[in-house]
């Protein structure tokens, strides 16, 4: 049965001065300040703010599983303190990490959700199939959730979210860990749910032209709404503030991004395809030696700039240029540390990695780029030497790893896709447990976690359980731990995934510094952008290499009417060239 729908006009959701403590060993943390927002219904909003902002509690009043410390959420005109089970019954909610069953099967996992939403079984002959075609998922009901891959994945959890059609549909970062192919399909979803059956969608993300997507945008920073409105009025007061420059011949994109980092009174400096694109703080202009010989353009704001320029409170950039990585020897410029001839990795009778050749640079930051089940993860694990090849030739800091992957691994670093540090150890206590893994004796053990702690400001935290870190901070420390030993190479497996861009502007900024000083740096991601920070990238699809150069050369191999495309423009027509013969067969 069909939800009962709300009063026309009134609104799917209201919250009213909502606050949420929570108890962290010796302090509480005020999760929320008193938050008022309301939600009219047929609507898409973009809950949008940093790591820690409050954004999951907040979804979790809403959706009744928390009781908020102070105000009220009113859903479709139920209070979610005291009539929680019947507000559970009318909406949608699709936390982070969805509960998948893996040894079940697609219809197997709908079935078991039909089941407990008590759907009859005339509801499911119309809803099944509605499902599978809106997911495209039909051609896979018999094949196991834990072969699917994360883009398939994650539509499944939405599949088993709307087993029984929902007014309100709440979804806390739907699009984390997806490839722009996926992406772009969950948001078809999104907009044929609002559009053909009146759905209100409240949904958070870490990408901010999802949040330009959104009819409206509520902006949350530290437990305060600091402002509820469409985007467009959020880009608006950006007016006049924002600026983008060419590379200069001979410079390089990261050299310039660094260079207007300098500039007084800016507040982002972020490369956007083959420019860098400035903010000033308000009543500011670009001037001085940093901008002298430069020709910058005045851009149309975005709300990006908006959300940035809100999070630094107008602050101007900090740009520290000083590091002192440890041990990592220097080596010649140009020499090859990492080559890769023909490799292969086979499980069973299915090719996850095929054929694959390449060369990295020292000093290069190289992007490793694919859709979901491309076989990035897979390469990255048999150049860590943590997954033995199945044909071919590896060398990592001339080192063979069929033969001496061992040796090799003294000389990396890895922050894996997922958190890997232990939650239950302090931030201290991870350091101290890394630094003795990689063999560091006490005193220089000691040393290394003081310049860990200080150099990634981690002191604030550092007698914290790692598990109730902001996913900011725990990126943080998951690289400060990767580096303790001063690695030569280091693999970064989408390290700022579902990090907000201030997080991503900061890691982007470590990696930066590395690069300048001789690491070869490897890294996969799905922010799309980012790979234009790479010097050189190859992009992948199930198993094989579709194309690898610069990130200009790469977007050229598909420009068309002399116009060049975006990374993700150009990322998703190579996916599709590589599909289509495929389909076709």
């Not at 609104?11 to 509480?28: E, M, S, T, Y």
């Not at 959730?145 to 929902?166: D, E, I, N, W």
Request: include cysteine; aromatic fraction near 6%.
């Amino acid at each position: 049965m069909t939800p009962p729908a709300p009063k026309t006009g009134a609104p799917a959701l209201q919250a009213r001065r909502v606050v949420k403590r929570f108890a962290q060993k010796h302090r509480a943390v005020d999760a929320l300040k008193g938050v008022d927002l309301t939600l009219a219904p047929g609507k898409v909003t973009g809950l949008i703010g940093p790591d820690g902002a409050g954004k999951t509690t907040f979804l979790r009043i809403a959706a009744g599983l928390m009781l908020p410390d102070g105000g009220t959420v009113s859903v479709l005109g139920m209070d979610t303190a005291t009539r929680a089970l019947e507000v559970q019954a009318v909406i949608g909610y699709m936390p982070q990490r969805f509960g998948l069953y893996g040894d079940l099967t697609v219809q197997e996992n709908l079935t078991l959700y039909a089941n407990l939403q008590g759907v009859s079984a005339a509801e499911r002959e119309q809803r099944f199939p509605e499902l599978m075609n809106m997911t495209g998922l039909g051609p896979f009901t018999s094949r196991l959730a834990r072969f699917l891959s994360g883009g398939m994945k994650q539509k499944l959890g939405l599949a088993c979210t709307l087993v029984r059609a929902p007014r309100l549909l709440l979804l806390d970062e739907p699009t984390v860990g997806v490839d722009p192919v996926s992406r772009r399909e969950l948001w078809d979803i999104v907009y044929r749910l609002v559009g053909e059956e009146g759905m209100t969608v409240l949904l958070s993300t870490a990408y901010m032209d999802e949040a330009e997507r959104c009819d409206r945008v509520a902006l949350i920073h530290q437990g305060n709404l600091l402002g509820h409105r469409p985007p467009a009025e959020f880009s608006a007061r950006m007016q006049g503030r924002v600026y983008t420059a060419a590379v200069p011949e001979g410079g390089s994109k990261r050299g310039l991004q660094q260079r207007l980092s300098t500039v007084p009174g800016a507040v982002d400096a972020v490369i956007q395809g083959e420019r860098v694109r400035l903010v000033m703080a308000s009543g500011q202009q670009p001037r001085g030696d940093a901008v002298q010989g430069l020709e910058l353009e005045p851009s149309e704001p975005r709300f990006e700039d908006s959300f940035v320029d809100a999070l630094r409170d107008g602050e101007a950039l900090v740009s520290s240029t000083t590091d002192d990585r440890g041990q990592a020897s220097a080596a010649p410029e140009g020499e090859t540390v990492i080559r890769v001839q023909g490799l292969t990795r086979r499980f069973g009778n299915f090719e996850a990695v095929r054929n694959l050749s390449f060369e990295v640079g020292r000093g290069e930051v190289f992007g490793l780029l694919g859709a979901n089940g491309a076989g990035k993860s897979t390469t990255f694990r048999m150049l860590c030497g943590l997954l033995p090849a199945s044909a071919g030739h590896l060398s990592v800091a001339g080192v063979n790893l069929r033969t001496a992957a061992a040796a090799a691994r003294q000389r990396l670093g890895y922050v894996s896709q997922r958190f890997a540090l232990y939650g239950n150890l302090t931030v201290r206590q991870n350091l101290r447990f890394f630094a003795s893994a990689y063999n560091l004796r006490r005193r220089q053990r000691e040393e290394r976690i003081r310049w860990a702690i200080n150099s990634f400001e981690l002191a604030d935290m550092a007698d914290a359980d790692s598990e109730t870190l902001p996913l900011g901070y725990k990126q943080r420390l998951a690289l400060a731990a990767a580096l303790m030993h001063g690695p030569d190479i280091l693999f970064l497996d989408e390290p700022t995934s579902g990090v907000d861009p201030l997080a991503r502007r900061e890691f982007w900024t470590w990696i930066n510094r590395l690069s300048g000083q001789g690491v070869t740096v490897l890294i996969t991601t799905h922010f799309l952008e980012e790979a234009d920070y790479c010097d050189r990238l190859a992009i992948m699809a199930a198993g094989e290499l579709l194309a690898v150069g610069t990130p200009r050369a790469v977007k050229e191999q598909v420009a068309e009417s002399g116009r060049l495309p975006t990374m993700e423009e150009a990322f998703i027509s190579l996916i599709e060239r590589h599909a289509a013969p495929r389909e076709a067969s």
